[in-house]
């Protein structure tokens, strides 16, 4: 057990703070005599002192510094500990799992994220980063709680969150883009081709076109993009998830014939739209508000 109470504690801070024990007193509450016997408490139990009077003010200690200190750590996070409690009694969830399709634009998914820990801080988050079929899966085995996909999965309902834009690219020295002249499926047949695995297990769903001889299928779309950029392959990406690599011309738009874009949609679905907390609800809220920005 400790020596000190958190009301000891908080009362040693009001006096920091006002500048005396008796504007401290107005503060908390309580009575001058209680505040000063509060601090005392404190420098009896710790052998130390924490003021020094000078004139009608009370000024701290070196020590009385350093504890004051950290016993504003320790009253921040007994609120930060009461705040939690009173969230998870209102029914906020403790943990959140999502799931999000790695063609939604990344900055806008962290402006979510970051705006959901301002609201409720205490819960939480796991997120997938998935592709294609992972993000079924993650939905059907229930391992999360709400989900970013590009399609809705059969048994669940989901909502229109915006439409993707994908159009094929390569960096400006590729020689897909010397030829200088518009590029037909037949010149793409020569070049290798970069692609995205599919995050699922059953690797059930493939993307649109694989008719390129030599292909390279990596893991995550950021080595996917480094490797376009190094002019190692051509790919179709979402535009908004390139828009920085596109104003700066490491990648350049390929001239095609044919499917030079594609179209495509992102869709918000609950895993169980009855059981959503109002943690689920409120990041589906940002997932939106970001979708429409």
């Known amino acids: 057990m400790t ?44 052998d130390i002192k924490l003021f020094e009077i000078q004139g009608r003010k009370a000024v701290l200690t070196p020590a009385g510094a350093i504890l004051c200190r950290r016993a504003r750590h320790l009253v921040d996070e007994a609120q930060r500990v009461e705040r939690a409690a009173g969230r998870l009694a209102d029914g906020w969830e403790a943990e959140l ?71 094929a690219v390569a960096a400006p020295a590729h020689p897909l883009l010397q030829l200088e002249r518009e590029i037909t499926l037949e010149d793409l047949r020569q070049h290798r081709h970069l692609l995205i695995r599919d995050s699922g297990a059953s690797r059930s769903r493939t993307v649109a076109w694989q008719g390129a001889q030599t292909r390279w299928t990596v893991s995550h779309k950021a080595t996917a993009i480094r490797a376009a950029c190094m002019g190692l392959g051509f790919a179709w990406y979402p535009e908004e998830v390139i828009r920085e690599e596109l104003a700066s011309g490491q990648l350049v738009p390929l001239p095609l014939a044919q499917g030079a874009q594609r179209s495509g949609a992102l869709y918000l679905v609950f895993a169980d739209p009855d059981a959503a907390g109002p943690g689920a609800l409120r ?6 508000e970001a979708a429409r920005a």
């Open 3 to 46: 020596r000190i109470t958190l009301d000891q504690w908080q009362a040693f801070i009001a006096v920091v703070d006002a500048g005396s024990y008796a504007a401290a007193a107005e503060v908390v509450h309580k009575t001058q005599s209680s505040v000063s016997y509060a601090v005392q408490k404190i420098e009896g139990q710790l």
């Open 97 to 167: 799992r999502i799931a999000v399709e790695i063609v939604f634009p990344t900055w806008r998914l962290l402006q979510c994220l970051e705006a959901f820990a301002g609201d409720c801080p205490e819960t939480q988050l796991e997120l997938h980063e998935s592709v294609l079929g992972g993000t079924d899966e993650l939905l059907l085995s229930g391992e999360v709680d709400l989900a970013v996909c590009t399609h809705v999965p059969p048994g669940f309902l989901g909502d229109l969150l915006m439409p993707v834009n994908f159009v």
């Open 283 to 288: 990041l589906a809220e940002l997932i939106r």
